[in-house]
């Protein structure tokens, strides 16, 4: 008899990309919830489901932007961000 313990693969130590998603409500026809990183604690609040989505996408192309806080909507990293009016 052949001991399939020794073919048994081991899982990975650290698993990578995996999301608790929780929606606490909806309003509008769109999800408001929370975002929670499984690997490393970090909670984000989204506020309709294409934030969802963006958050989700960006942990997966850039992870390291999301988890330190940075947003990609923010206006001094828009190319498309109107310019500022002064009214003196």
């Known amino acids: 008899m052949k001991d399939i313990s020794s073919d048994k693969k081991r899982a990975p130590n650290r698993v990578e ?3 608790v998603i929780q929606i ?17 604690g970090k909670t984000r609040y989204f506020r309709s ?3 969802l989505f963006k958050l989700v996408d ?4 850039d ?9 990609e909507d923010k206006d ?3 190319e498309d961000s109107a310019p ?5």
């Not at 960006?58 to 192309?61: E, F, Q, R």
């Not at 992870?63 to 947003?71: H, I, N």
């Open 58 to 61: 960006g942990a997966l192309n």
């Open 84 to 88: 500022e009016v002064n009214d003196d």
């Open 24 to 40: 606490l409500g909806q309003e509008h026809e769109t999800w408001k919830g929370r975002v929670l990183w499984a690997d490393t």
């Open 76 to 78: 001094e990293d828009r």
């Open 49 to 51: 489901t294409l934030e």
């Open 17 to 19: 990309n995996v999301f």
């Open 63 to 71: 992870e390291s932007a999301l988890l330190t806080g940075d947003d």
